[in-house]
């Protein structure tokens, strides 16, 4: 099994970043690909951004395409977002995804474990 904790996330205005953080525990994710995706209020979870396991090879939902970096720790068992540029259409609460066994990285049915998610509130 895999926990999932994000942190990082808040309240900040159009134009601002923020980094959210996701700390695994549990069987290692090294191995693993993880993601990160969003809900906002009345919508559906959307994919936002992936990483494969060796951290080589990232990829981007195109609403956010050069605002947001996903990288990853793997000796800290981490997984990050870096969020620039935010804007209000970006608020939602921002989940932690790991394990692909099948599918693809940009689906949420693919991935194996989920945290309980972080708030991103930007303002206008």
């Known amino acids: 099994q895999v926990q999932l904790v994000e942190s990082g996330g808040g309240l900040v205005q159009a134009g601002g970043s923020l980094r959210l953080s996701c700390a695994a525990s549990g069987r290692t994710i090294s191995t693993y690909a993880m993601g990160w995706f969003r809900q906002a209020p009345g919508k559906e979870r959307e994919f936002v951004a992936a990483i494969n396991w060796i951290g080589g090879t990232t990829y981007y939902a195109d609403s956010v395409k050069g605002r947001i970096t996903i990288s990853r720790d793997n000796a800290k068992k981490t997984l990050y977002l870096q969020m620039n540029s935010l804007k209000p259409e970006d608020t939602a609460v921002y989940y932690c995804?790991?394990?692909?066994?099948?599918?693809?990285?940009?689906?949420?049915?693919?991935?194996?474990?989920w945290g309980q998610g972080t708030q991103v509130t930007v303002s206008s």
């Open positions: 995804a790991a394990g692909v066994s099948s599918g693809s990285y940009l689906s949420a049915s693919s991935y194996n474990y």
